[in-house]
């Protein structure tokens, strides 16, 4: 009676590994396409930093800040109104250039092509005064609706700030870009000030 307790028990602990090695596989392999996609990822970190690095050196700024997302905040003027809030709106007005122009990685190291020559890097892709709206704004609700640079950067500031929003790729279209304006993996920037919190 013993021994037969005891070879069900190992009967049953033995089961229960063999059908647990599959899951823990699972669990710790990596597929080819998730290796692709986080060696893109680890690349283009690298080459964004190095992007916007090169911008500050060039452009002497010496006061930007960067965020533990890779978001650097730039600012221009310090403004003395509300604070810019999650959930609030918020008007602003905003030029958004191409920082780059989507130069993709190669296989053998960065970078590989100078990226899409139709968007050249500076080239301004959206401006709120083109919204044809009486103040040349446009309306957002704090912490939504925006890409995650821009929705980050906007609630960091408040009435009255302008600031410099350098966003790297993955912050901002990543590998999709946006049809016609946006090249895949284009850093942006973004001059924003704040009009109105309400």
Known sequence: MKNSILRSRYLTLALSLLLAVPALWSCNTETTVQKS?????????VIDEDTIQKYLARNQITNAVRTNSGL?????????????TAGKKVSVKYVGR?????????STGYPASPGDGRFP??????NSSENRTECGCA???????AIAGFSEGLLLMKKGDRKLLLIPSRLA???????????????????????EVF
């Open 121 to 126: 890097a500076g080239s301004v892709f959206d």
């Open 72 to 84: 650097y905040v730039v600012p221009l003027v310090e403004g003395t109104g509300p604070a810019v």
């Open 98 to 106: 191409l920082l780059s122009n989507g130069a993709q990685p190669g």
């Open 37 to 45: 996609l986080r060696e893109h990822d680890e690349l283009m970190r």
């Open 139 to 145: 309306v957002f609700t704090a912490g939504s609706g």
């Open 173 to 195: 279209y990543g590998t999709q870009g946006q049809t016609g304006s946006i090249p895949p993996d284009s850093a942006l920037l973004f001059d924003i000030e704040v009009l």
